[in-house]
């Protein structure tokens, strides 16, 4: 499985982005794929998952309302839309896939088996 990342850059506060994860070699068995963050001096943290189907989807709090995670399995490709950003949103956004099948489990980066380069996203007062 390879994740190709994509679609960072620097936007000031309110400003939107969008986010791409371009996947190959991905088997059913590689049911969800989210998106984590790490933000300088931070460690990674969780931002947001989705199933295959688009049935279970999941995000951290800080990002409830303002970013929209979707994928479209014909492309095998997962996007974030990143609206109303906030400077506490810059960080370097890594998109990766597990085998979880929801819940609590897909929260933790550790159990995500695959992981893409990372993008950066800065985000200006």
């Known amino acids: 499985v390879q994740l190709q990342a994509s679609g960072g850059g620097s936007v000031q506060a309110r400003g939107s982005l969008r986010l791409s994860c371009a996947a190959s070699?991905?088997?059913?068995?590689?049911?969800?794929m989210g998106w984590f963050r790490r933000a300088p001096g931070k460690e990674r943290e969780f931002v947001a998952f989705i199933n295959r189907s688009g049935g279970s989807i999941n995000y951290v709090d800080s990002v409830k309302g303002r970013f929209t995670i979707s994928r479209d399995n014909a492309k095998n490709t997962m996007y974030l839309q990143m609206n109303s950003l906030k400077p506490e949103d810059t960080a370097v956004y890594y998109c990766?896939?597990?085998?979880?099948?929801?819940?609590?489990?897909?929260?933790?980066?550790?159990?995500?088996?695959?992981w893409g380069q990372g993008t950066q996203v800065t985000v200006s007062s």
């Open positions: 070699g991905l088997t059913s068995s590689n049911y969800v």
């Open positions: 990766a896939t597990s085998t979880c099948s929801g819940g609590s489990y897909c929260y933790k980066a550790r159990n995500y088996n695959y």
